[in-house]
Structures are given as structure tokens and as C-alpha cells.
């Protein structure tokens, strides 16, 4: 299938603004498919990160509700909520913006604090492990979540910058060089109708004369 072709007269001044916009157009491209390779390596270090912290909070997970089932059966549910009423955040959690090659994705640090001692009172000392492995879980989320999110940016930006490849290279490119290429053999074509043009006046002029 033939390239198409930009609707502009094919006069000298055409010709020399699409070989800039062409020059300029394949750095673009260059450019772009730097992009693409740097970002393909991002996407692959961010999803194994994502996978080793996937698997890190499975473990966490599973130890934290085994101990809030320790803790259930010990204590039982009344009790439960009652020492629960008043206690404090046991972590604190800053969501800040961070930006990686023009993508961005909140960055998020989760940062544990000292258990809040409670009345020994209707507790069970596996209340402590409970709420430590509950607020270590919590921390494990927000950094999975981050991962997550971080690694679903970088894949849409991804997919956009390889369409942009793929248009420039298969597309717009394509489409002006073969505008260069007709509007060339078209001055060239004007040039040997000239020269034709002048060879047949000559010879007028010399048969005139003799």
C-alpha cells in the first residue's frame, strides 16, 4: 500500500520546510523511543517489586487475623471492643506526589508507632501481638498500594508513548517523506520540461537563422 501524501503545492519552499519538520520529527522519534526503553525497565523493576511486596503481605496478613483470632476466642468480641474504645492510631501515614520520567503517582510512608499501653484488666497478652501485626499489616498495604498505583501510571504512559512510536514510524514520518519524494520528482520533472522547453527554442532560433 502506498504512503499518502500531504496536500502542499510541490514548489522549493515546501521541499526545504518538510525536510526540517522530517529532521525534526525522526529526533522526536529517537527521543521517544528512549522513552519507551526507560520506561519498559521501570515498569519491569516496579512489578518485581510489586510482587515481592504482594507476597510479604500475604504472610503478614495471614499472622495478623490468626492473631485477631487468638485474641477473638481469649477475650471474645464484647471485650474486644470495649479496650478498642479510645485507643490511638498505632501508625502514621504521609501521601506525598513523586514523579518518575513525567509520570506521577503518590508516594506513601507509613511509619509504625509505639503500642498505646491499655488496662491489663480483660486484655489478654495477645492483644499486643494482634494490634502489632494488624498496624505492620496496614503498613504493608500502603506500600503495596503505592507499587500498585505507581505500576499502573508507568503502564499507561507505557502504551501511550509506544502509540506515539508506532504513528510517527508507521504514520507521519512515512507520510512526509513520500511528500518529499513526489514533491522532488516533480521539480525535477519541471526541471527536464524546461531544459527540453530551451532545446527547442534553440534549435528554432538556429534554423531562423541559417
Do not use: C
Not at 487475623?65 to 479496650?83: K, P
Not at 506526589?97 to 499501653?117: C, K, N, W
Request: proline share 4%.
Amino acid at each position: 500500500m502506498a504512503n499518502q501524501r500531504l496536500k502542499i503545492p510541490p514548489t522549493k519552499s515546501s521541499l526545504l520546510s518538510l525536510k526540517r519538520k522530517v529532521a525534526f520529527l525522526e529526533q522526536g522519534h529517537t527521543l521517544l523511543e528512549r522513552k519507551k526503553e526507560l520506561l519498559t525497565r521501570l515498569v519491569y523493576e516496579r512489578l518485581q517489586q510489586y510482587r515481592a511486596l504482594r507476597q510479604e503481605t500475604k504472610v503478614v496478613l495471614a499472622q495478623a487475623y490468626y492473631w485477631l483470632g487468638v485474641t477473638h476466642l481469649r477475650m471474645g468480641t464484647r471485650a474486644l471492643r470495649q479496650v478498642a474504645v479510645g485507643l490511638g492510631l498505632p501508625l502514621q501515614v504521609n501521601i506525598l506526589p513523586r514523579s518518575s520520567i513525567g509520570v506521577q503517582y503518590p508516594a506513601v510512608t507509613a511509619e509504625l508507632l509505639p503500642l498505646q499501653p491499655v488496662g491489663l484488666m480483660g486484655t489478654d497478652s495477645s492483644f499486643d501481638e494482634t494490634r502489632r501485626g494488624l498496624a505492620e499489616m496496614v503498613v504493608l498495604l500502603a506500600r503495596l498500594g503505592e507499587a500498585e498505583t505507581a505500576l499502573w501510571r508507568l503502564l499507561e504512559e507505557q502504551r501511550k508513548t509506544q502509540k506515539r512510536v508506532n504513528a510517527l514510524k508507521y504514520n507521519v514520518i512515512p507520510t512526509y517523506r513520500a511528500t518529499i519524494h513526489f514533491i522532488n520528482a516533480s521539480l525535477e520533472e519541471e526541471e527536464r520540461n524546461t531544459l527540453f522547453q530551451i532545446k527547442v527554442l534553440r534549435a528554432q532560433h538556429n534554423n531562423e537563422i541559417g
